[in-house]
């Protein structure tokens, strides 16, 4: 992280078009290894009969934390099965690299480390983010120091100090949209990470508009079966030189497993993506027709996430669905909904989650692979036993 970031608009040339580097990338090597899926190396550690060449080995590694050649020495240095992860994530996000991580959250604070290490413990975000970015941020956990900007505002909110901007587009849990090339060009030297998570890169790749850092919490729709928890930073080798230092030192890798999952996940991402993606149009077309809905949020740049105001009591809504999973996260083959402000959002402070557009009565949808008529008769009923309920005042909307 101590490299300056790399001139921007520069991504790597992709090969193949986004869905054939879907299925192909990470496994260039198969064939010629005999294989045809990606094999599954679940080894902590690896024979090292020559101890000098690995005292050399390690050597490199510290000093620069370029990937090591060769063997694998340990598993908390790299593993195989993730590396094929790491490098069709790269190849997706148009970036040199990829470093994975134990979850979302890891991989955030790997950044946030790195940046510390290199003395730029100043971070400026925009709200609203994911409730535990902001979280990590604002409770300054890692020793970082945030300053919260609106996205115009960012230029002015640098400092000498400098290390990040951070920001989530579109945002969990509002959907709120930003101008990345706008964004990026406010940062000047400061290396810009965009949390891509709910877009991932089938919508949209932040390195294509001037981001240097991608961030994704790999759970949701990389991983796109609500079975893997993971996290990955796509970026330039230099920063993912630092980052492979902190995983090191610190030890939040990822399961080979969850590697592994990851990487036949990705296989599935743009077809997964745009047929979620249009069930969730139809939805918000629906729900914005619908007189029991006050408000409802759908990104521009498109997406399988939904979310919505009801004009009755939301925990009602939650209560009633049958086939929709009343549930936290997002990203999986199956729909799922869940009130930010008592779970996403809920370790973010009421008035920063105003601050943030969050409002109280905010419900947050992640759309999944059912049939669009199952799931609005689904909603329909939902809907119908909030409305049946009193509306509640918004101070009593959240416990
Ligand atoms: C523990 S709460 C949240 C999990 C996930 N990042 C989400 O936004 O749903």
Not at 56 to 66: H, M
Not at 191 to 197: A, I, R, S
Not at 230 to 235: D, E
Request: glycine share 10%; net charge negative; charged share 20%.
């Amino acid at each position: 992280m101590d490299t300056p970031p790399s001139a921007p608009h520069r991504p790597q040339a992709a090969a193949h078009a986004p869905a054939t580097e879907a299925v192909h990338a990470g496994r260039e090597d198969l064939t010629a290894l005999g294989l045809h899926a990606a094999p599954l190396d679940l080894s902590t550690t690896y024979p090292s009969p020559d101890s000098r060449g690995e005292a050399a080995r390690l050597d490199a590694f510290a000093a620069t934390g370029a990937q090591l050649s060769g063997p694998p020495v340990y598993a908390r240095l790299d593993n195989p099965t993730t590396a094929r992860f790491e490098r069709a994530l790269a190849r997706l996000e148009g970036t040199e690299s990829a470093v994975a991580f134990a979850s979302g959250m890891a991989a955030l604070s790997a950044v946030l480390l790195a940046r510390g290490a290199a003395g730029l413990r100043h971070v400026v975000a925009v709200r609203p983010l994911y409730g535990c970015s902001d979280h990590l941020l604002e409770s300054g956990l890692l020793g970082t120091e945030v300053t919260w900007a609106e996205p115009d505002g960012v230029g002015a909110a640098l400092r000498p100090d400098t290390g990040l901007v951070l920001a989530e587009t579109p945002a969990n849990p509002t959907l709120a949209e930003m101008d990345l090339d706008a964004l990026a060009a406010r940062c000047g030297d400061v290396p810009l990470l965009v949390d891509n998570t709910f877009a991932t890169p089938v919508l949209q790749r932040p390195r294509d508009h001037g981001a240097s850092l991608v961030l994704h919490s790999a759970t949701k729709y990389l991983g796109g079966h609500g079975d893997v928890l993971g996290g990955v930073v796509a970026c330039d080798e230099g920063q993912a030189r630092a980052l492979r230092q902190i995983r090191f030192a610190t030890g939040g890798v990822l399961h080979p497993l969850a590697g592994y999952l990851l990487l036949r996940g990705l296989a599935t991402l743009p077809v997964r993506m745009r047929a979620q993606s249009a069930g969730a149009a139809e939805l918000a077309r629906r729900l914005a027709a619908d007189p029991r809905v006050e408000r409802v949020h759908y990104p521009r740049l498109g997406g399988a996430m939904v979310a919505f105001e009801v004009a009755g009591d939301p925990h009602e809504v939650i209560g009633a669905v049958r086939l929709i999973t009343p549930a936290v996260s997002l990203g999986s083959v199956d729909t799922l909904i869940q009130h930010p402000g008592s779970i996403s959002h809920r370790i973010v402070a009421a008035e920063d989650r105003r601050a943030g557009g969050i409002s109280d009565r905010l419900l947050r949808m992640s759309v999944g692979l059912e049939d669009v008529e199952d799931l609005w008769r689904d909603l329909d009923a939902a809907l119908a036993a909030s409305a049946a309920t009193a509306v509640p005042s918004a101070t009593a909307l959240v416990p």
